[in-house]
């Protein structure tokens, strides 16, 4: 038996959880740097009460979240939806999107990057300006640094509070 020529491929990555670098609330599971910038993982935590990211687009890259444990509402254009364990919501590029964890427990969730957005330069300056009280304007300057445009004053979001 014969079998077809393989062409060259780079190895296969293994990353383990203890390994994966961490800032703020989000872990690089597989950072698209890491895996040839087809796509970015993160594992992520959001508290209920407080929301996890104000109503924001990208312009490069879709987002995606698959829910762990907990409950994650997840907002899109004006339309919120409560997920829970197992569940999913896509976001396209451009698409106006924010999401909370709602309930009683932390919400514990992955998100999708396509492609690999290097969005560990966001996390890394988010957990930064957080720590040091920063205000929304500097906040909201950062990430327009990072391909995220926040639109504070979307009119779905305030229903957050009413879920």
């Not at 990211?53 to 907990?70: C, N």
């Not at 907002?75 to 709602?102: C, I, K, Q, Y």
């Amino acid at each position: 038996m014969s079998f077809p020529t393989v062409p060259d491929a780079e190895p296969g990555v293994y990353r383990y959880r203890d390994d994966a670098e961490v800032a703020g609330p989000a872990r690089f599971t597989a950072p698209g740097t890491a895996v040839g910038g087809g796509f970015g993982l993160f594992e992520s935590a959001a508290t209920p009460g407080r929301v996890g990211a104000v109503p924001h687009y990208h312009q490069g890259f879709s987002e995606s979240f698959w829910v762990i444990s907990g409950r994650l509402a997840v907002m899109s254009d004006d339309t919120w939806r409560t997920l829970g364990e197992g569940d999913f919501a896509h976001v396209p590029v451009n698409g106006v999107h924010a999401f909370g964890a709602v309930g009683d427990e932390v919400a514990r969730f992955l998100i999708l990057f396509v492609p690999g957005a290097p969005r560990e330069e966001y996390f890394r300056r988010l957990a930064d300006c957080l720590q040091r009280g920063a205000s929304a304007e500097e906040i909201d300057a950062m990430a327009a640094e990072c391909d995220q445009v926040n639109l504070r004053d979307w009119p779905a979001y305030a229903r957050f509070a009413e879920l």
